[in-house]
């Protein structure tokens, strides 16, 4: 007995073509409104104002707590090795090479994503995109692009508070709590930690994510069904697609960067 039907196969198939067509087409047409965009800096910053600022407690706390876990796990297995003093350089490469990046970009898509996927799929649901057209104004340079930009300056800047925070939560475990020297803890960060081969690419990294997961959001939103389900199935859409995209790119870009 058959499972499937090969025109089911082949349907799904070229939806699947059609969508990254569509896509592709969304992307080349952001992509030209980017520039014009940055004239209007105002709705910019308004924009990271509301990405930035309403993600920013999630994204404190979450670090906060990642650095209590680092420090407390991190000491009883450096400690099997007599290099304890090491726990420092331990909790912040881990967050600026990998958790920082990673961890801000998933929290990111679930917080700052869904809402700006919403937020677009009922400006589509409430004829507000049609009527925009209707008066000759681009509603991609006018909504679109200034999120865009927002989405990709806020990331860096989240990442960072994320890290800080988890250094300051593994101080806290290791020094404050279970007694690793202060002197030890911080001289090994200074010393073992590189500006450019750790920090930046965690920064290249963020930038990425950043620009990736905000695509995500304002594709699915410009592109949901002008229904309740249709912007509920986007907001959905959103997340999965942007958590596995920011995966993905982890390992790729973390292959790049450590091979070269």
Do not use: C
């Not at 080349?28 to 309403?54: A, C, P």
């Not at 920013?56 to 290099?83: D, E, K, M, N, P």
């Not at 249709?230 to 960067?257: E, K």
């Amino acid at each position: 007995m058959s499972w499937y039907k090969p025109a089911d196969v082949g349907f799904s198939a070229r939806r699947q073509l059609a969508d990254l067509g569509q896509g592709a087409r969304f992307f080349v047409r952001l992509l030209f409104t980017l520039l014009g965009s940055l004239k209007r800096f105002g709705l910019i910053r308004d924009q990271i104002h509301f990405l930035g600022n309403y993600s920013l407690a999630i994204i404190a706390v979450s670090g906060l707590f990642v650095g209590f876990v680092f420090g407390l796990q991190g000491y009883y297995t450096l400690q099997r090795y007599g290099s304890s003093e090491a726990l420092g350089l331990l909790v912040t490469l881990s967050l600026v090479r990998e958790l920082g990046p990673v961890v801000t970009a998933l929290l990111f898509a679930g917080r700052a994503g869904t809402s700006l996927t919403a937020e677009i799929g009922l400006m589509k649901a409430g004829e507000q995109i049609s009527v925009m057209e209707m008066m000759a104004v681009d509603p991609v340079q006018r909504i679109l692009a200034p999120r865009f930009w927002a989405g990709v300056i806020t990331m860096p800047l989240l990442a960072a508070v994320f890290s800080a925070m988890g250094i300051i939560g593994g101080w806290v475990v290791g020094v404050l709590m279970i007694g690793v020297d202060a002197g030890s803890f911080w001289s090994q960060i200074q010393g073992g930690v590189d500006v450019w081969k750790d920090v930046g690419n965690g920064v290249i990294k963020s930038v990425v994510f950043g620009f990736t997961v905000t695509f995500i959001a304002l594709l699915q939103g410009f592109e949901a069904q002008p229904t309740p389900e249709g912007v509920a199935s986007a907001t959905t859409r959103t997340v999965v697609v942007a958590s596995l995209s920011v995966l993905g790119l982890d390992f790729i870009l973390t292959a790049l960067m450590f091979t070269i």
